[in-house]
């Protein structure tokens, strides 16, 4: 880690009265979650842009739609 980026956690430790570990870890995982939904929506997209597959996800939960309601109002 740049001493630049220590410095800047450890500001943010004295501030908060967290661990430096614990910043940092929190940090990463809210990274984590980022790339993942990045790519989830990236596939979703690439999904949306082939016109035969988005038809046929679009048959599908036409398909499904009924179990949703499930009978409920």
């Known amino acids: 880690m740049s001493d630049r980026t220590r410095q800047r956690v450890a ?3 004295a501030s908060t009265g967290q661990q ?3 910043i940092i870890d929190e940090a990463v ?3 984590e979650r980022e790339l993942f939904w990045r790519g989830f929506e990236q596939g979703y ?3 949306a ?3 035969d597959t988005w038809d046929d996800i679009e048959a599908e939960r036409s398909a499904e739609s009924p ?3 499930d009978g409920l109002e």
Do not use: I, K, V
């Open 49 to 51: 842009a082939d016109p």
């Open 20 to 22: 430096m570990q614990t």
């Open 11 to 13: 500001a943010m430790a």
């Open 45 to 47: 997209d690439a999904l």
């Open 29 to 31: 995982e809210a990274y």
């Open 67 to 69: 179990a949703l309601r």
